[in-house]
């Protein structure tokens, strides 16, 4: 049976600036399963489902089982998702119920939706099935060329509707560190990273 790389059922999420990767040895279900719902922010992670992941359905998954927590409201807001399993079937994002929230700025590489449910608002997020121009796809370096698709492509995401900042302040830098994230360019860059930092 396997597990997920993250799962919480708490009323309140902050998942930020991770790198969260299946890799080739990996096979788990989701990548972040919040079963419950609850006030959550996913923001900055790199996130990777690979070819053993043993559930093709998505990567985050939202109250799949119900919506118990009072607060249903869901920010994913740039991260770079990559989805390596090779099946269509995937969304990025699946959300169950009616939770409100944004999802913004995002980079989602490869087969499948990007959202699938939810009333969200959805802006400037990079939908491809190809390589949106990372530094090394293979060895999950997410970092953006100076070609990619994704500089410059964002937009400011301010603030959330409970006075959250939703604009990413950090970006992680391999193993297990972080470096401060400012706008290089003359908009936020699309994805969990800044070109030029």
């Known amino acids: 049976m396997a597990g997920h790389l993250i799962k919480s059922r708490a009323q309140k999420n902050y998942i930020e600036y991770n790198r969260l990767t299946d890799e080739t040895a990996g096979s788990p279900s989701y990548e972040i399963d919040l079963p419950n719902g609850g006030e959550s922010y996913i923001i900055g992670n790199l996130i990777e489902k690979s070819t053993k992941s043993l559930n093709h359905s998505a990567m985050i998954t939202y109250a799949e089982e119900g919506t118990s927590n009072p607060s ?3 920010y994913v807001v740039n991260n ?5 399993s090779g099946y269509s079937t995937v969304a990025f994002v699946r959300a169950s119920g ?6 913004i700025n995002n980079i989602f590489a490869g087969p499948g939706i990007a959202v699938s449910g939810g009333s969200f608002t959805q802006s ?14 293979v060895d999950y370096d997410y970092r953006l060329k100076s070609t ?5 492509a964002g937009t400011d995401p301010d603030v959330s509707s409970t006075g959250v900042i939703l604009t990413p302040a950090y970006q992680y830098v391999h ?10 360019g003359t908009e936020v860059d699309q994805g969990a990273y800044e070109y030029g930092i």
């Open 72 to 74: 249903q409201a869901l």
């Open 80 to 84: 770079s998702a990559v989805n390596d």
């Open 98 to 103: 009616s939770p409100t929230g944004s999802i």
């Open 124 to 137: 400037n997020n990079l939908v491809t099935y190809s390589d949106p121009g990372f530094v090394n796809k």
């Open 148 to 152: 990619s698709m994704a500089i410059d």
């Open 175 to 184: 193993p297990l560190s972080s470096q401060v994230r400012s706008i290089a």
